[in-house]
């Protein structure tokens, strides 16, 4: 195999896994019913993953109201505990790591 060949894989790899990057999404939105449990319906993530909720008021990403783990692939019926009513719209985060590579926000009904 010549260098030229090995160099054209390994920027195609490349290509590909920057590719598969943008497929962690969620779904469902733009509005959620109140509620100590967020139903955020189906995310799809690239990664084993978490999804972060935030109080978000003004266009302020505010306090961390809760968190629920994400498997790679379809997650279905993703549901987060807030831990008290939430009444106001919030901001889901999802990370892999310390990295963001999905958000939505979401009104509260």
Do not use: C
Not at 43 to 61: L, R
Not at 74 to 101: H, M, W
């Amino acid at each position: 195999m010549s260098l030229k060949t090995i160099i054209l894989a390994a920027a195609a790899s490349a290509t590909v896994a920057s590719a598969a990057a943008a497929d962690t999404y969620f779904q469902n939105g733009p509005r959620l019913d109140e509620g100590t449990v967020l139903e955020l319906g189906l995310i799809t993530a690239d990664n084993a993953s978490v999804v972060e909720i935030y109080d978000y008021h003004a266009g302020q990403q505010g306090a961390l109201l809760g968190t629920e783990m994400l498997n790679a692939g379809a997650n279905p019926d993703v549901r987060v505990n807030t831990g008290g009513k939430t009444t106001r719209d919030v901001l889901a985060l999802v990370k892999v790591g310390s990295e963001v590579v999905a958000t939505k926000s979401f009104d509260i009904n």
